[in-house]
């Protein structure tokens, strides 16, 4: 099995099977975008329940994640006109809810989702996003 592109692991590094109708993969690091505000209130919280931006858990079933050659796409498209964002470095491993990597149709790119709320011990890194000099988000490579 292969890791995903960018991502440096050795063989004790734990992993996680992300299931797959297709097939499963080994994945140990997976990432959300967000706003700033909402990672805080999950944090007082203790889990984090927001999907995407403008819906919740409740009202998509599961929370969107990236893997980390398809963060820019996501948050170009999601987050493109957006400020105070954050990156959460998300450890599969203590991902407690089952785990996905599903797309939206046949042939389409397939993204990881959390079919569960997200303990706020599992994100490993909280990363703040800026904008360079153009307005281009600057995201973790």
């Known amino acids: 099995m292969t890791w995903p ?3 440096a ?3 004790s590094t734990p992993r ?3 299931a797959s109708a297709a097939n499963v993969s080994v994945v ?6 967000t706003e700033r505000a909402v990672w805080l209130a999950a944090v007082r919280a ?3 329940r927001m999907s995407t931006r403008g819906l919740t858990l409740e009202d998509q079933g599961f929370i969107h994640c990236s893997l980390r050659h398809q963060l820019r796409g996501v948050a170009e498209l999601v987050y493109g006109d957006a400020d105070d964002l954050v ?7 203590k991902v407690p809810a089952p785990l ?3 797309g939206s149709g046949t042939g389409a790119e397939k993204y990881p989702h ?3 709320a997200l303990p706020v011990d599992a994100v490993t890194g909280v990363i703040s996003v800026r904008r360079d000099a153009a307005g281009r988000l600057v995201l973790p490579e």
């Open 5 to 7: 592109r960018g991502s």
């Open 9 to 11: 692991h050795s063989a």
């Open 16 to 18: 996680r099977r992300l």
């Open 28 to 33: 140990a690091e997976l990432f959300h975008i």
């Open 46 to 48: 203790g889990d984090y």
């Open 87 to 93: 990156v959460l470095v998300i450890d599969s491993d």
């Open 100 to 102: 996905r990597s599903e």
């Open 114 to 116: 959390i079919y569960g």
